[in-house]
């Protein structure tokens, strides 16, 4: 299976930075890369998709960039209710195994 | 738009088995296949495996295979993932996701499986 490794594993960050996530797949997974929010208690909500292409209703702070194996979400300028644990996931596989990174968590200062 | 309604909480003991279920509505059900992801206490997701409710064929995570069983009612729009042999480890949140060409759009809103002696 195609691994998914994710940097850093949290982050504490102030209102208004730009935060950056990373995320490396274990092989070549072209752009089949897809970023999740998730909150407390709540399921995750997909953030973007295709490696760069942004859910409907997700604020344009958000931005999804990379290619191979090498990917990142950035967030511009950080909002309060941007908290919470952000995943990537592969979905690369021929046998629709698409998996997760580790995750991580981003606090708010 | 998509709406997952899934089943409530469930307690089981050890070597038994716990089915979920995840009710759909608002889209076509058997065009989408339906996707069973878990999160322990504390930890990441993890992606179990998947159903395509019109073939009815599955796939599911190595550690898995065995003990995942993903079925479905397509006179009711659900979808179902038992799970056998449980043991602690398995005590987690289960969602349903569906899948929307290449990633997950849409997911119900998990059910907590206890396993406890």
């Known amino acids: 299976d195609i691994e998914m490794t994710q940097s850093p594993s949290s982050l504490s960050a102030s209102i208004g930075d730009r935060v950056t996530i990373t995320c490396r797949a274990s092989?070549?997974?072209?752009?089949?890369l897809n970023w999740y929010q998730q909150k407390p208690g709540k399921a995750p909500k997909l953030v973007i998709y295709g490696a760069s292409t942004l859910q409907g209703g997700v604020p344009s702070r958000f931005s999804g960039s990379g290619s191979g194996t090498d990917f990142t979400l950035l967030i511009s300028r950080l909002q309060p209710e941007d908290f919470g644990t952000y995943y990537c996931q592969q979905s690369y596989s021929s046998t629709f195994r698409y998996t997760f990174g580790q995750g991580t968590k981003l606090e708010i200062k | 738009q998509a709406l997952l309604e899934q089943s409530g909480a469930e307690v089981k003991k050890p070597g038994a088995s716990v089915k979920v279920s995840c009710k759909t509505s608002?889209?076509?059900?058997?065009?989408?296949?339906i996707n069973w992801v878990r999160q322990a206490p504390g930890q990441g997701l993890e992606w179990m495996g998947w159903?395509?409710?019109?073939?009815?064929?599955?796939g599911s995570a190595r550690k898995f295979q065995g003990r995942l069983t993903m079925t479905r009612n397509t006179s009711i729009s659900t979808a179902y993932m038992e799970l056998s042999g449980l043991r602690l480890e398995d005590s987690a949140v289960y969602f349903c996701?569906?899948?929307?060409?290449?990633?997950?759009?849409?997911w119900g809103q998990g059910t907590l499986v206890t396993v406890s002696s």
């Open positions: 092989r070549d997974i072209s752009t089949f």
């Open positions: 608002g889209y076509t059900f058997t065009n989408h296949d």
């Open positions: 996701a569906r899948r929307l060409a290449y990633w997950f759009d849409s």
């Open positions: 159903m395509n409710p019109n073939s009815d064929y599955t």
